[in-house]
């Protein structure tokens, strides 16, 4: 197993778009949280009457203990970009034919998968701990009041992660099926953006119908509901939200294992 995480990290770092996405992401999560946070501010510490309706009816999304779903709300929103790393990392094993060269230098099958599902779990691991810390730092500085609830939401940092570590094991998954770098980003492109949000809304408000919150990435999207002052624009949709949170922890659980057991499942029967 060591030998497994000591070559996948020889193949990372030197790889530099691998640390330019990464540099990009840590730049991009406390970017759109420290903007929402300027709108906000922008909106309540207006003397208006209805600035402060506003700051009254939402409180401070910002403080402790929300600011753990509002910055995970936020952040979730941008998985796309540790997504590419992923994909970039499984289709240059193929484009290099580095996965031959694993297996011939004495590597099973199972140990080269085992290697890409160690580089998703960390993958996961760092952006999950890029985005508690992001949180963190929220909370120092918009906290005026500590609540005795101050921790009450911090299992949302596990909930950001296996969102993350499902997301990214898709990604992974779409690498894997098509091999080329391009057409695999474009396609989960497509997908994460374009596709799948536009048929779960149609479906859903257009139809009535409402099995789109179990496609692949809806299920692990329904783990962090959207913050509070969204949220009780209709409360009872809201509460709904956050009662749906625990059932699809165990969806996501069962979207995980399918997508790694199709993988490996895949790598066996494949020719290299």
């Known amino acids: 197993m060591l030998n497994i995480v000591k070559t996948e990290w020889l193949k990372i770092k030197k790889y530099p778009a691998f640390w330019w996405v990464m540099g990009i992401t840590a730049l991009t999560y406390p970017g759109i949280n420290y903007m929402f946070i300027n709108v906000y501010k922008t909106i309540t510490e207006k003397q208006s009457q209805s600035g402060q309706m506003v700051k009254a009816l939402i409180g401070?999304?910002?403080a402790l203990p929300e600011t753990w779903r509002t910055v995970a709300y936020f952040s979730s929103l941008f998985v796309f970009i540790p997504a590419i790393v992923i994909i970039m990392l499984i289709t240059n094993e193929y484009s290099y034919k580095t996965n031959r060269q694993?297996?011939?230098d004495g590597w099973s099958r199972r140990q080269f998968m085992t290697g890409k599902?160690?580089?998703v779990l960390l993958l996961?691991?760092?952006v999950t701990s890029l985005y508690a810390l992001v949180a963190f730092i929220i909370s120092l500085t918009n906290t005026k009041v500590i609540s005795p609830e101050k921790w009450k939401l911090v299992y949302y940092i596990g909930l950001f992660g296996l969102?993350?570590?499902?997301?990214l094991s898709i990604a992974f998954m779409v690498g894997l099926l098509v091999r080329k770098s391009f057409i695999a980003l474009a396609i989960f492109a497509f997908y994460f953006i374009i596709l799948e949000p536009i048929a779960v809304n149609v479906l859903r408000y257009k139809y009535?119908?409402?099995i789109g919150e179990f496609f692949p990435l809806e299920i692990s999207n329904r783990l962090l509901p959207k913050p509070a002052f969204i949220g009780r624009i209709d409360e009872a949709s809201?509460?709904?939200?956050?009662?749906n949170v625990y059932p699809h922890i165990f969806y996501t659980i069962i979207v995980i294992g399918l997508t790694w057991g199709f993988c490996f499942w895949l790598n066996n029967r494949r020719d290299l």
């Not at 969102?163 to 997301?167: A, D, K, R, V």
């Open 60 to 62: 401070n999304p910002f």
């Open 102 to 104: 694993n297996i011939i």
């Open 117 to 119: 599902l160690i580089d």
């Open 124 to 126: 996961s691991l760092i």
């Open 163 to 167: 969102q993350t570590f499902s997301q």
């Open 208 to 210: 009535k119908i409402y």
């Open 238 to 243: 809201y509460q709904a939200s956050l009662n």
